[in-house]
């Protein structure tokens, strides 16, 4: 006699496409395809986690330097200087600063600037 499995290959299909849910076509509909789409699209959103943040931290870094230069510093001086002034702000809180303070960020740029 043939055993189907039962409910448990079910919970198993309808579980691989729901996550397949919004897939155009047949990546959403057949469970071979979809069971194929989901795999890559987890693997891409497991990868694109760890991408995200170095995204992050180069835009915080672009904008720390675009503020930083704009009160006549490097960007590798002005960190330069904040370590040695014992300032311990990361780049995001900095990056943060520089766009919503200017003027707060000025005064910390010549604090590193006197270290520096």
């Known amino acids: 006699m ?3 499995r039962g409910f448990k290959a079910r919970r198993r299909r309808n579980k691989v ?3 397949a ?6 990546r ?3 469970f071979r395809t979809a069971a194929g789409a989901v795999d890559k699209a987890l693997m891409y959103a497991y990868r694109d986690r760890r991408t995200k943040k170095r995204n992050f931290r180069r835009l915080w ?3 720390i330097n675009a503020a930083a230069r704009m009160n006549n510093l490097s960007y590798s001086r002005f960190i330069q200087g904040m370590k ?3 300032m311990a702000l990361d780049r995001k809180v900095l990056a943060d600063l ?3 303070d200017p003027s707060g960020f000025s005064q910390i740029a010549n604090l590193a ?3 520096g």
């Open 98 to 100: 520089a766009i919503s």
């Open 61 to 63: 870094i672009v904008r």
């Open 113 to 115: 600037a006197q270290q």
């Open 2 to 4: 043939r055993v189907k």
């Open 84 to 86: 040695r002034a014992g």
């Open 21 to 26: 849910k919004g897939f155009r076509g047949g």
């Open 28 to 30: 959403s509909k057949i």
């Open 17 to 19: 496409l729901q996550l």
